[in-house]
Every structure is written in structure tokens, then in C-alpha cells.
């Protein structure tokens, strides 16, 4: 284990914004990540994991070891009459494991189709598209304490997910090297097909009981014709949150932004398409030098050759001042923000 110095950090984030990390080194396995966190123990230094970077923003560069996670392995623990659990190591491609479990006949992940990023990060901000949230499927995961090289498990109530949340972007931040993911998937063909452009798709394709296949098909579908492909254009998916209000808020809201959509959530507040309202304040398409908004995606943040997360982070803060003057509502940036 030799971390390599003043590594470049541009073709490790989706935004392929330039930066550079103090110590960088590959884990792939779990002797690799004790020794990296003993090395940096020793030296003081932060450390942090990095799965496929979409979703981080490098607003410069990181004083810190970080960990690119690529261990590999997914691995059947039990069987039963219709579940089975799979072992999964952080650093597998997400999308490829998505895949890999339809074709095995293990279903409750097609919704989940085309999320970039690593098997070990799905956790952080409990990913979630279609309708469907990674904690729908989680059992409990592995972990390495940062601070004194640890195993600890976490279940689900451990996990305290949310929308987009949990308590590694909360009180556990920064503090534990997810290392393995346990799933509990069904043998039988589930399918939940209930999001509306889901449903309108099926609908438009006159397809009235669609199969586990046909769900994932749709989603990888739909996902390749709305969302810019980092490869070409480089992103972070989704910038914001979409914006969780009190019926109070909400009401106050209806007042100015007249139109927009909300969608109910258990606990009796509001969810408002983010997207919308940046769209409505005039910044879809929004270019300044090379960093912009897309023109298709109001809630896509593009890094158009500037490859500087500063300016990226100036924009956003912008749209962010724009949405806050016009409507009164506070938006949250997604992705994790590092080196600013
Ligand atoms: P990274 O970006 O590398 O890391 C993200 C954070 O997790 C960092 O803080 C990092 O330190 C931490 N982390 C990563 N791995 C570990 C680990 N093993 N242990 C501890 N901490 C770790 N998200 C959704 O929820 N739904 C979507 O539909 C969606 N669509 C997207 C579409 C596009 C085009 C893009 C670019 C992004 C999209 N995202 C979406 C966001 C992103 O794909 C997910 O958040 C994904 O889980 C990030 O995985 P990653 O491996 O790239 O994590
Ligand atoms: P969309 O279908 O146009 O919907 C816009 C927004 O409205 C979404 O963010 C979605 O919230 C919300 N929404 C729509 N119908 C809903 C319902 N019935 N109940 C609750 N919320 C509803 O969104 P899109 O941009 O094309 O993305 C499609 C899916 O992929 C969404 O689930 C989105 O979250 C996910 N995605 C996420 C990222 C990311 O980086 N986080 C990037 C691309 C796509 P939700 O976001 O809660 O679903």
C-alpha cells in the first residue's frame, strides 16, 4: 500500500472538475483500507472514500487520503422460498449489479436502473428514482471506523434513512469507510410501476402487466432520453434537493407559484419539484463561461469546459439567491461538497 502524492482527481468525478487529493490510493480490499487508514493515522491527514465521484463536487483540492473504493464481489448468503440476500463489496458499479440481478431472477432493483456510482455509496444518500428508495431493499451493511479501524454493522433503523438522507450524511459523517452492502431481494417478479412517467410509459406502450424486465428496460429507457451523460457532458445528476415544505409553506407558496406540482409525503409535509422553479426564475439553459445549467434539465448542473468547481459552486449560489428572492423557498445542494 504506497498512496500516491498530488494525484489528479479529474477522471475520477463525474463533473470532471480539476482537483487534486494530498494522498490517493486504490482499496481493494479490506487489509488495503486498515493499512490506508493506519497510514493516514499516522499522519494526520482526513481521509475520504470515493466510489465513481457523481456526487461530489471538487471546489479544489483535498488535504486528505482519499479512497477510491473498488473492491468487487457480489455473493449469495442465504436462499429462501422467495428472498434471497446478496453480499455486495462497496466498489461493485451499481447499474451492473442492478443488472446482474435481473438476470439472476432477483427483483426489487429495476427501478434503480441507471444510477451511476458504487454499490457503497447507495447508503450515504439512500438513492432513490421511479418511485423507489435503496432502503426498500437494504438489510444492514459493513462498515470500518475511520477513527480507531473498527468493524461495525449497521441495520436499517442503524441507517435512519430518509429522503435522500441517512446518518452517514448526518451524525455519522465522515466517520465510517462503508466496505459491503447486504440487499434481500425477491425470487418472485415484482414490480412497482406506480411513478407517473413510469406509468404513462407503459401506458403510451399499451403494455398492461409489464415484467421485472420490462420495468428495467423502461427506466434505462426513459433515464437515457432526459438525463445528460457525464460522459459527454459532465454532471452530478440532480444539484438540488427538491425542497420538503409544511402545509403553512406550502400554502404560501401555491400564492406565488401558481401551477406547480407537490407531492404529499407520509409524514404530512410537501415535496415541490425543485427543477420547476428554477426552470420558472429563467435558468434553464443558462450558460456563464463554461459551467451552466442544461437546457433539457433545469436541476442539472453542467460543467461545460471551465472544469472549476468554484465556479460552479458561484452559480449555484446564485440560483439558489434567485429561487429564494422570487419564491421564499431554501434550497439544498445534493451532492458533497469537498475543498471549498
Ligand atoms: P461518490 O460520488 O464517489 O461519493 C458520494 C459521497 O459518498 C461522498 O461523500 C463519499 O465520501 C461517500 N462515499 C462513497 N463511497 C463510500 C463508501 N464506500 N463508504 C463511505 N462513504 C462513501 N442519485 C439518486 O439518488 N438517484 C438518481 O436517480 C441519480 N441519478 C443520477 C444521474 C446522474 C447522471 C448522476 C451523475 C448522478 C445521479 N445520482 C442519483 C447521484 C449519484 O449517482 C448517487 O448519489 C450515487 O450513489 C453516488 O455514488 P458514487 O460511488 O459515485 O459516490
Ligand atoms: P420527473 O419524473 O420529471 O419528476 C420531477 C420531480 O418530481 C422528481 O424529482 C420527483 O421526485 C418528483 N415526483 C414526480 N412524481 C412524483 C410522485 N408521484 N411522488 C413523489 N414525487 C414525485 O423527474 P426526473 O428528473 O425525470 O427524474 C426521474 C427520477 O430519477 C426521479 O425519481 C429522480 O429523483 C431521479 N433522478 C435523480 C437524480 C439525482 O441526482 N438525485 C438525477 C436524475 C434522476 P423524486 O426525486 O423524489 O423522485
Redesign the pocket.
Known sequence: MQPRSGAPLQGY??LSLDARAEAFVEIDTDRDLLDALAWARDRQLPV?????????VLAGDLDALVLH?ASRGIEVLERADDTVILRVA?GEN?HQLVTWCLDAGFHGLENLAL????A???P??N???YGVEFDSVFLRLH?VDMVDGSARVFDRKACAFGY?DSV?KGGLRDR????AVELQLSTRPVVDVRYPSLSDFFEMAGVAAPAPQDVYDAVVSIRSSR??D?LLEP????FFKNPVLTPDEMRKLAVTAQGITCYPQPDGTLKVPAAWLIERCGWKGHRRGGTGIHDRHALVLVNHGDNDGGKLLALAADVAASVRETYGVELEIE??VYGA
Open positions: 468525478n463525474t475520504v472514500p470515493l466510489g465513481e465521484g457523481s456526487n461530489v473504493m462497496a451499481w444510477i451511476p456510482g458504487t457503497g455509496a447507495a450515504i444518500q438513492i432513490g428514482a462498515a435522500r452517514f465510517l469507510v462503508i466496505t438525463l445528460p457525464p454532471n452530478a445528476g440532480s451532492p458533497r
